[in-house]
């Protein structure tokens, strides 16, 4: 079985910085790419970042230069450091295990997507940063 355990999230003033962790198991870890989505309050998830099997990045324009993605393959873990967080990054934050194909966003208004050609999702851990 498939499994995603995020943490790390948490409540943090504008300027602050969290990491993020996701610790997988149920599937060969470095073969897969990883993603982080967002809900945003009112939002549907919004894909934020990538990291392939060869290490290659993506982020949102949103998030570059604030946020970086890695991986340790020994710890089956995928972090999230986000630095200089503001206000509009509050939102759940959902980790990721997909093979190529990411979607800009995807509806998750009545829970995370169950269809593995959207991935696997972890549970979500809440970051919320006051101004």
């Known amino acids: 079985e498939v499994q995603l355990v995020e943490s790390g999230g948490g409540s943090v003033q504008a300027g602050g910085s969290l990491r993020l962790s996701c610790t997988a198991s149920?599937?060969?870890?470095?073969?897969?790419?990883m993603g982080w989505y967002r809900q945003a309050p009112g939002n549907e998830c919004a894909l934020i970042s990538t990291?392939?099997?060869?290490?290659?990045?993506y982020y949102t324009d949103s998030v570059k230069g604030r946020f970086t993605i890695s991986q340790d393959n020994a710890k089956n873990t995928v972090f999230l450091q986000m630095n200089s967080l503001k206000p509009e990054d509050t939102a759940v934050y959902y980790c990721?295990?997909?093979?190529?194909?990411?979607?800009?966003?995807?509806?998750?208004?009545?829970?995370?997507?169950?269809?593995?050609?959207?991935?696997?999702w972890g549970q979500g851990t809440q970051v919320s940063v006051s101004s």
């Open positions: 990291i392939d099997t060869d290490g290659r990045t």
């Open positions: 990721v295990a997909k093979l190529g194909g990411w979607v800009p966003e995807i509806y998750c208004s009545d829970g995370t997507p169950k269809n593995p050609d959207f991935g696997y």
């Open positions: 149920g599937f060969t870890f470095a073969d897969s790419d």
